[in-house]
């Protein structure tokens, strides 16, 4: 396999690029210098996946909201529905379908019945999400709004359905958390993560959908 990181720009070290040489998939060249490009190593050739080279040591506890939090009605193999409001820019198949070859089956449906959809995608400028009845509950519904002037629309919308399942945040240090609700760091070298959940991955979506964020739904009960 080839490598992930050809270099970081002069004078910039990313939250990707932190978390990478944390994990030992990157190596650090002329730190000491910072008119020097850090160097990345080759992924080894026998993985297909350079995250299950990072161990994955979350619990349940620490990737919902809270315990009850997310659809019960998918733990138990049941597609949850997804409505878009027409003429928002979201790609649904593209949105729903890496979600559901990472669980091994129809986890999110697409539906034409905003009424009786389970997830709902609206219009508004400020991107939120808002599970019924609240965000630490069992969920009935979960209704995101979303800034259509947002950048990578798509994107946007496979990491806020994922809010809908009851994930967390995954934020850098530093992050102002004031409005969170249960965030988890993504940088912390005992604990790290990469994946459509973690702020350290948002720049690179190659990151996304990998053996982290499979764990994730295992955890959670989601995969099949």
Known sequence: MGEFLKFVPKKFISPLAKTLIISGLILPAGLTDENMPLQATSVHAETT????QI?????????LFGPNAGFEKATNGQSLSVYVTPGLAID??????????????????PSDDVSGADISFVPNNTTRVQPAPDFKASYSGCKININPKDYKLTMEAQHEIGHCLGLVDFVTTGTDTKNYVNPQKCDDP??????????????DSRFWF???????LELCGYSR
């Open 49 to 52: 996946d350079p995250l299950e």
């Open 55 to 63: 161990p994955f040591n979350w619990q349940r506890n620490e990737v």
């Open 92 to 109: 649904l198949k593209a949105t729903i379908a890496p979600w559901n070859k990472l669980a091994g089956w129809d986890l999110f449906i």
């Open 190 to 203: 005992s604990k790290l993560y990469l994946g459509v959940m973690s702020y350290c991955s948002w720049e």
């Open 210 to 216: 990998g053996a982290h964020d499979r764990k994730l």
